[in-house]
């Protein structure tokens, strides 16, 4: 199963600043991100989008390169960038290397789910690993489904989209598959149209193990941008990797 992209397309990335604006929360990932770069050094998002995290991370002096497979989210990211401080790739993460090594790479905002399978979810993991430079970390935000994966009803949520619009969304999620399906309805005067939007949730200890098995070990867990600690309360995460070079205590292999 390939990744379909046509969920971006030219009507979303046209509404897509607005169902995102920039907020505190955007300032602090841009803010944490930054932390754990080298000054000017290299940074890669995955799922780049509209550049909503990578143009300010540009004007913070990075060399940002960003990847996603909507030309639409990358054209609108482009009429943004009038400076083209942000190097872009049309492709899909899950498969697609730059060739390029980065100090930092980084996937928000529950963009690691739209990998609808586990074997495109250990893709992603692998090229990130692959594409770290010595000492890099790869940065990780998703929400914590717990609440989803007892969620038996679909839910309803609406959006204004500037004052002639509305969003409307719809979630159903099959905890047999660990899949969310989400749709979004535009309604702005024009004909309305509905997209489907399937994400594959996975819980932290999942993620752990995947990225395990794609050589990447886990540093750090927070709840949030600010680095608040990570409990059962969290509903999301922010999560830190490194290369995995089977130097830590737990890596001795077993000799009973
Ligand atoms: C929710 S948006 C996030 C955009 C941006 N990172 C932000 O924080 O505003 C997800 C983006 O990831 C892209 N995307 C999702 N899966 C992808 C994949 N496998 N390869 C490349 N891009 C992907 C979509 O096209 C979309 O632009």
Redesign the pocket.
């Known amino acids: 199963m390939s990744?379909d992209?046509a969920?971006?397309d030219e009507k979303l990335?046209g509404v897509?600043d607005q169902m995102?604006p920039v907020t505190a929360d955007?300032e602090q990932?841009v803010a944490l991100i930054a932390d754990l770069a080298p000054p000017g050094g290299r940074v890669l998002?995955?799922?780049?989008?509209?550049?909503?995290?990578?143009l300010p991370l540009a004007e913070r002096g990075f060399e940002v390169h960003?990847?996603?497979?909507?030309e639409a989210?990358?054209a609108k990211l482009k009429e943004q960038d009038a400076k083209g401080a942000v190097s872009t790739v049309l492709?899909?993460?899950?498969?697609?290397s730059t060739g390029l090594r980065f100090d930092v790479i980084t996937?928000?905002?529950?963009?690691f789910f739209?990998?609808i399978t586990q074997e495109?979810q250990l893709g992603?993991l692998r090229n990130a690993a692959d594409q770290l430079a010595p000492g890099g970390r790869f940065i990780l935000e998703a929400f914590d489904p717990a609440v989803y994966h007892t969620m038996e009803k679909q839910e309803l949520s609406m959006q204004p989209l500037g004052e002639n619009g509305v969003l409307l969304n719809t979630l159903t999620v099959d905890r047999s598959q660990q899949i969310m399906l989400g749709t979004h309805t535009i309604l702005d005067g024009g004909p309305p149209e509905t997209k489907r939007h399937l994400l594959r949730y996975a819980f932290p200890f999942e993620l752990d193990l995947l990225a395990k098995l794609s050589g990447l070990r886990l540093v750090e867990r927070w709840e949030d941008w600010t680095r608040q600690p990570y409990t059962f309360r969290s509903t999301r995460h922010v999560s830190v990797y490194e290369a995995d070079t089977g130097e830590s205590a737990g890596s001795t292999p077993c000799t009973g």
Do not use: K, P, W
């Not at 998002?45 to 990578?54: D, F």
């Not at 996937?107 to 963009?111: A, C, G, K």
């Open positions: 990744i992209h969920h971006y990335a897509y995102y955007t990932a998002e995955l799922g780049v989008g509209t550049g909503r995290i990578a960003g990847i996603d497979g909507s989210m990358l492709g899909d993460f899950t498969e697609r996937v928000v905002m529950n963009t739209s990998a495109q992603c």
